[in-house]
């Protein structure tokens, strides 16, 4: 797929983890589930956890085609041909027995913020009938997170009671926080960041369809915390400018510089992409750091961390889903944090 199609998975014009045949890393997972297909042991449900970027939806269509053609890969492999019939038939979203549920646009061309409770509807009747090739039938869902709770609850009921050959292929950002029934009936396949040198090897296969700057693959990489798309987001226009400069206004707290926090906004202004993205990956690493101890500076006090976090990333998303003005939002943003760390 070549051109940029607003899909909630897809970065810009990279290709869609449907389309990705090769997948970078995750080596144990991929032999887990090879060794217990091999073994007719396959579990019935997979939740693929881990950071966003790292592969898991990837992860998630490589195990799909593997099942969907009944193994046709070779030895210790999950990956098949490209040109196999199940790939393409995957890629367009056209296999009879495979199912998507993922956040589509609307009549008005927007992404929804959540999957529709009627989308997820269509598990039961998916699983409850015929297979239609008379193999698997398997469900990928992309992702867990963007489901509320009575999506979450339709999914359960097939998930409860699944029938023979039946796979769901779970994809979570934080699994953690998911339902617990959800949790206890799959199998945890938990995919780690990525080092630095695979990040660097997923954007050379990327540069044979995008326009990437080679020249700064190795900076993208160290910065992106073993994410291939913050990787992205950090070569997109000013990313890793913007990233070096609220970096700079976080260390500085309290002591912000308010003509650095300005120009910083001016930015931003009118930003809807990856260097918007960018700014508050960067705030919110920020924040987890000093949250798990792996940042601490002695004369900072900051209070309240699960708080100041929900409250930057719902700062975020209303900007994102209501067009909010960038600027104004990293005023907020950095008030929040001010406030956070005074004593």
């Not at 695979?198 to 994410?227: H, K, T």
């Amino acid at each position: 797929m070549s051109d940029a199609v607003l899909e909630a998975d897809r970065f810009g014009t990279a290709p869609t983890p449907r389309d990705t045949h090769n997948l970078v890393g995750h080596i144990e997972a991929q032999a887990m589930v090879r060794e217990a297909w091999d073994a007719g042991r396959l579990p019935h449900a997979l939740l693929i956890g881990g950071p966003e970027g790292i592969g898991k939806a990837t992860f998630a269509y490589q195990v799909a085609r593997f099942v969907l053609s009944n193994g046709a890969a070779p030895a210790h492999a999950l990956a098949i041909d490209p040109a196999h019939s199940v790939a393409r038939q995957v890629a367009a979203l056209s296999h009879p027995d495979l199912l998507v549920l993922r956040r589509t646009p609307n009549d008005a061309g927007k992404l929804p913020t959540m999957i529709p409770a009627e989308t997820v509807r269509k598990v039961r009747s998916f699983f409850g009938s015929t297979p239609a090739l008379g193999g698997w039938r398997v469900c990928v869902v992309d992702t867990l997170d963007e489901m509320n709770a009575q999506g979450a609850n339709a999914l359960l009921k097939t998930l409860e009671e699944p029938p023979s050959r039946s796979l769901f292929l779970l994809v979570s950002h934080a699994p953690g926080r998911l339902l617990p029934t959800i949790r206890s009936r799959c199998r945890m396949v938990h995919l780690r960041s990525l080092p630095t040198e695979e990040v660097i090897a997923c954007l050379e296969i990327l540069s044979q369809s995008m326009e990437l700057d080679r020249s700064r693959f190795e900076e993208a990489a160290m910065a992106a915390g073993g994410s291939v798309r913050e990787a992205l987001a950090l070569l997109s226009g000013d990313g890793l400018a913007v990233r070096k400069a609220t970096a700079e206004l976080l260390d500085a707290l309290p002591a912000v510089d308010p003509k650095a926090l300005h120009a910083l906004g001016e930015r931003l202004q009118g930003d809807r992409g990856g260097a918007f993205e960018n700014f508050v990956g960067t705030v919110e690493g920020w924040i987890s750091d000093h949250a798990t101890g792996r940042r601490q500076r002695p004369s900072l006090r900051l209070a309240r961390l699960p708080e100041v976090w929900e409250k930057v990333r719902r700062a975020a998303v209303d900007a994102d889903t209501y067009n909010l003005d960038r600027k104004t939002l990293v005023f907020r943003i950095f008030a929040t944090l001010d406030e956070a760390v005074r004593p």
